[in-house]
């Protein structure tokens, strides 16, 4: 299993970055991929989950209507659009595999009790 996370990069607030994350060793239809962040000194948050086979997703309230998660079957690839940035958002993401979207629904928090992740991308959002 592989994860493959890219896309992050330096913005203003109020800028708009898309992160990808190329999956490989396993069909992401079988299986819901999410997103987590971490910042240095703080505990690491469970950002976006993806259950494309099942049509789920979830969201943390941190990002809720400003970030946008999609799958792309046919590529293996998962994608978290990310608009209106905030310096908050400032952090290196990861993508993870598994995670349980509808169990995030229901309780409001992502577990973060991840087999595999990738190597992570920074996101930056400054002025």
């Known amino acids: 299993v592989q994860l493959q996370a890219s896309g992050g990069g330096v913005v203003q607030p109020g800028g708009s970055l898309r992160l990808s994350c190329a999956a490989s060793?396993?069909?992401?239809?079988?299986?819901?991929i999410g997103w987590f962040r971490r910042v240095p000194g703080k505990e690491p948050e469970g950002v976006s989950c993806?259950?494309?086979?099942?049509?789920?997703?979830y969201y943390a309230d941190s990002v809720k209507g400003r970030f946008t998660i999609s799958g792309d079957n046919a590529k293996n690839t998962v994608y978290l659009q990310m608009i209106s940035l905030k310096p908050e958002d400032t952090a290196l993401y990861y993508c993870?595999?598994?995670?349980?979207?509808?169990?995030?629904?229901?309780?409001?928090?992502?577990?973060?009790?991840?087999?595999?992740w990738g190597q992570g991308t920074l996101v930056t959002v400054s002025s």
């Open positions: 993870a595999i598994p995670c349980r979207p509808a169990t995030a629904n229901a309780t409001g928090v992502l577990e973060l009790d991840y087999d595999y």
């Open positions: 060793g396993f069909t992401l239809y079988d299986h819901a």
């Open positions: 993806i259950d494309t086979g099942d049509d789920i997703i």
